[in-house]
Every structure is written in C-alpha cells, then in structure tokens.
C-alpha cells in the first residue's frame, strides 16, 4: 500500500511527465512553495512557469528509479532523458497537506540546461 503523501506526489510526476500539465497542477497548492536550484519560488503561478518550459521544450522521457513516503512527506528520485542531456537525473522531496504539495524540494544539475540555452542564444535561437 502507498503512503497518501506517496500517492500524490506519483500522480502529479506522471502528469507532467506525460506532459500533462493541467492535471499535474492539480496536484499542487495555491501557496506550495517550490525550492529549486534557481531558487525559492512561491505560488502555483511560480511553480507552473518553472515547471512548464521543462516539461515541453526540454523533456524527452523519464523513469523512476525509487519512490518513498509517509502520510506528508514523499521522496522520488527519477532519470529524465532530454534535449539538452541523455540522461538528467533529479529527486523531489515533496510536502503534501490536504491532497495537494504544499512544498517541494527539487533537485537537479542546472548545467546541461545553461549549457544547452547559451547554443541556443549563440545560434540566435530564443
């Protein structure tokens, strides 16, 4: 049996993985607070500008390699494949009250996406 921290935090990763954006941010509070590399974002409007340009201009596919959790508290760690990198590997560490994610902690190596937006702008790509 799944934690229901677990639970919600499995449905909103497949959303967005499934490039399904608008049930992936069902998942998410109106106040979640989002602490990522570029870092603190707060508000769903934050979360969905830092989530959206991942999910449909960089993401290629994702697999999970291992997911936890309790009532509020889950951990996923998964691989992305995307343009900018063969393979991405992240983790979350996700905070849920009330079904939604309140809070995430998202970690990731910026450097392939910097590296991948500097050619862009270098060929005059935006």
């Not at 590399?37 to 993401?59: K, N, T």
């Not at 994610?101 to 060929?123: G, Y």
Request: charged content about 20%; proline content about 6%; aromatic content about 10%.
């Amino acid at each position: 049996m799944t934690s229901p921290a677990l639970q919600i935090a499995l449905a909103h990763h497949r959303a967005w993985t499934g490039k399904n954006l608008e049930t992936a941010m069902t998942y998410i509070a109106d106040n979640v607070v989002l602490d990522a590399p570029p870092g603190r974002l707060a508000g769903i409007h934050a979360y969905r500008e830092f989530l959206v340009p991942f999910a449909e201009q960089f993401l290629i596919s994702a697999e999970m390699i291992a997911a936890f959790g309790d009532d509020s508290t889950a951990l996923l760690m998964y691989d992305t494949e995307t343009i900018p990198a063969k393979s991405a590997p992240a983790a979350e560490c996700v905070t849920v009250r009330g079904g939604k994610i309140v809070h995430n902690r998202f970690i990731f190596d910026r450097l392939p996406f910097e590296e991948f937006q500097r050619r862009r702008a270098s060929d005059g790509v935006r």
